[in-house]
């Protein structure tokens, strides 16, 4: 598929041996009508709107209201990612994100992690913690970067932004005073540390002022990693009060294909009232004392055996 042209592409056909006219029409308007055998079996369904599939992650930017430049989805729930759904000429992706449609006007720019709240369980259960909602006052109490570990987070390997599916996870800097409760907060500021990166290859592609959305049960019912996120990007984050945005996403941008709205006026009044925290300036130089450990770990113990 072309971004541009918005058809295939040619020069990827031509390398598998295929024409155009081998392949499915593009195009994302509604289709209607059934063949007969399928007309007889379904009668209730001959008049049916039919339209094509969508990406869940751009489905969750459009339900958690992550529509224009202005805002940029960040989503955490077993995994996470970080999306920015607007419309307009496709840039060059930065080396390190993917970018795609959601048809032929939005297109989709981000970066998407293998950790998030898969490896927060991971740490609580193997390290015997109680659960995360027991420990809010105690990991809030904690100093930003004051445990001097340096986590790489990479359990399930490296996406964004490396790609080094061979990568394994590292904790470095343990003591003897070292406690389960600050593994754990090292393991929550480690997983902001990657979304920053992400985010700032985000931010160079396309520039501008924005507020984070965020999704997903591993963020929005985890308040001192909230804080953490907003206080690592060094931006505003307003949590998304829907519970499953990408069924929802998908329901608005049914209901723009329908006729029944722009999808921007349909999805953006969702963030309306939503609880929004603010970066606490003070913290942002331990970030980025952090941010510059886990790095260079990751170049000792992954960009070199790459």
């Keep these: 598929f072309h971004h541009e042209t918005l058809g295939w592409d040619l020069p990827t056909l031509e390398a598998v041996g295929l024409q155009p006219s081998q392949l499915s029409a593009i195009g994302d308007e509604p289709a209607s009508g059934l063949r007969a055998t399928y007309a007889r079996r379904w009668p209730a369904l001959t008049r049916a709107a039919w339209l094509p599939a969508w990406g869940d992650g751009a489905c969750s930017n459009v339900g ?23 419309e307009g000429m496709p840039p060059e992706p930065p080396q390190g994100l993917w970018l795609y449609r959601l048809d032929r006007r939005r297109l989709v720019l981000g970066g998407a992690l293998s950790e998030g709240g898969n490896f927060i369980d991971w740490v ?7 659960p995360l909602d027991e420990l809010q006052e105690a990991l809030a109490a904690c100093q930003p970067g004051a445990h001097g570990l340096v986590w790489l987070p990479f359990l399930a390997g490296e996406r964004s932004p490396g790609w080094a599916g061979h990568a394994r996870a590292t904790l470095s800097g343990l003591h ?9 907060r090292a393991a929550l500021e480690a997983v902001a540390c990657r979304f920053v990166l992400v985010y700032r290859l985000i931010q160079a592609a396309v520039p501008g002022e924005r507020l984070i959305v965020g999704s997903g049960n591993g963020l929005v019912n985890n ?24 069924l929802r996403g998908a329901a608005l941008v049914t209901l723009e294909r329908l006729g ?8 953006r009044p ?37």
């Design 124 to 130: 609580c259960h193997e390290f015997r913690l109680p």
């Design 64 to 86: 958690s209201g992550a529509v224009g430049t202005d805002r940029l989805a960040l989503m955490v729930g077993t995994s996470g990612a970080m999306r920015l759904l607007w």
């Design 260 to 267: 029944l709205g722009s999808l921007e006026a349909l999805a």
């Design 223 to 246: 308040p001192v990693w909230a804080q953490i996120m907003a206080d690592a990007l060094g931006q505003p984050l307003a949590l998304s009060p829907e519970p499953e945005a990408s």
């Design 270 to 306: 969702s963030l309306e009232g939503a609880h929004q925290i603010t970066p606490d300036p003070d913290h942002a130089p331990a970030y980025e004392a952090m941010l510059a450990r886990q790095q260079a770990l990751y170049r000792l113990l992954v960009a070199e055996t790459s």
């Design 176 to 184: 003897l005073d070292t406690t389960a409760l600050e593994v754990l």
